[in-house]
């Protein structure tokens, strides 16, 4: 099972007057997480939900539809459903055509 993992980003804003004082000044910690997505594994930051997942990939929420651990994800659940480590996601996109 893979437990989440920390990452330090460090930002540097212009104004300072040492690098090293900017970097830590302005760091910050973030968790990060390993999921699967269509059977490939992917890290994404801790506490993301489905909505924001949806999101990061850049799909259209219009014709989708969402699977989290084997179970269909409800539209008007998206934006509450947090994922956690390891979870399974499948994303399916309806094409239409004749």
Known sequence: MCL???I???LAPAGCQSIYAQLL???RVIQIMNIIVNGE???VPDGMTLAELLQHLQLPAGRLAVEHNRELAPRA???TRTLAPDDHIEIVQFV???
Do not use: D, F, L
């Open 8 to 10: 330090i980003i460090r």
């Open 77 to 79: 659940a998206w934006a």
């Open 96 to 98: 239409g055509g004749g």
């Open 4 to 6: 989440g993992r920390k």
């Open 25 to 27: 000044a302005h760091s």
């Open 41 to 43: 594994s992917r890290t």
